[in-house]
């Protein structure tokens, strides 16, 4: 198992994340216990030391069956991660509810690793408001108390959202977890974000490396290019290998929903293979054929000027490409909800004032339409 070094730990750069653990009857609710007792069981055995819950993970129910499986092993042969749950808004005022729950249902005195969950455009404000909420005030504390290792944040949000964050808290954030994989280095930006979280000498902790599953089956077109330059490796683990060529990462966290998954991601990373420049160029141009399609904005801002109700196009085409490729999820809707009324696709009046000077002639008209039937969908 292939380790890196963080202050004074050595952690299995492979940890397993339990948001989506095997489950009984298709009911995400209902955790075959039994089966993620088998794969902590392995994973122990073949070197995996970091365990990552949260709150929310199975309507609940994650942290309490991963407090179950490992409280048969010594209290320090693993490392256990969870989260304060401010992807709810309605949990801000709860922090010291909350933590003194999450040690009861994983039955541990201590969190090795906790963080700020999803720090993104919806709760930025209130993460930030220490008079009215504290959170950061109280985690502190239980940091000095020693119930807290190491605190650090995870985000979804933009890599401004993140700069604010950074510039209240960074001086005290030990890591961070984003979304990161080859296809968001450029499309969801994490190439910046990892270059931010470096400015402020925060290691890299990666979530989704195979968005959701996305990047564990490419077209037979893609396939055969990669195998070409690596006939032994499997599709998934191109994934893994790109992750491996970034020193600022530490740990990779993988959702494994099954024994097979697992045995497959520990025999990746029994070894760092990290791609070279042809083998990252390829990967590069299979990425440029999956994004085939999404709108080619760049960012000019010629249209926002043109604008009669002050829109800001581009971040909503960003959205718009993220929601169209994702067939959905949550990131796109999210944002927007934070967005005033004016200021959503909704808002476009069709006038095509915006379209006149764009230079990638996009039909952003059309585009703010088809967004805003896709949200109310």
Partial sequence: MVTKEF????????????????????????????????????AMKQGINYYDTAWGYHSGNSETVMGRVLSKYQRDSFYLATKFPGYDLSNMPKVEEIFEKQLEKCGVEYFDFYLFHNVCEMNIDAYLDEEKYGIDTYLKKQKENGRIRHLGFSAHGSCEVMKRFLERYGDHMEFCQIQLNYLDWSFQDAES?????????IPVWVME???????????????????????????????????????????????????????????????????????MQELMSVVEGMLDGSLPCTACRY???????????????????????????????MVVSTLAE????????????????????????????????????
């Fill in 7 to 42: 202050q004074d730990l050595k952690l299995s750069m492979l940890g397993l994340g339990a948001m989506r653990l095997p489950v009984l009857d298709g009911d995400d609710a209902k955790i075959d216990e039994a089966a993620v007792e088998k794969m902590v069981d392995y």
């Fill in 209 to 279: 490396p195979l968005r959701g599953g996305r990047l564990a089956k490419l077209s037979e077109n893609d396939e055969a290019k990669l195998t070409a330059l690596r006939p032994d490796e499997k599709v998934p683990a191109w994934a893994f290998r790109f992750i491996q060529t970034l020193p600022q990462v530490k740990v990779v966290l993988s959702g494994m929903s099954n024994f097979e998954q697992l045995q497959e991601n520990i025999e990746t990373f029994a070894a760092e293979k990290p791609l070279n420049k042809e083998e």
């Fill in 303 to 333: 249209c926002t000027s043109h604008c009669p109700k002050g829109l800001n196009i581009p971040d909503l085409i960003s959205l718009y490409n993220e929601h169209r490729f994702s067939g959905g999820g949550f990131i796109a809707p």
């Fill in 342 to 377: 004016d200021k959503r696709p909704t808002a476009c009046v069709g006038c095509r004032s915006c379209e006149k000077v764009c230079p990638q002639q996009i039909k952003i008209s059309e585009a703010m339409a088809d967004f805003g039937k896709r949200l109310q969908e």
């Fill in 193 to 201: 974000k990892v270059k931010l979280l470096e400015e402020y000498g």
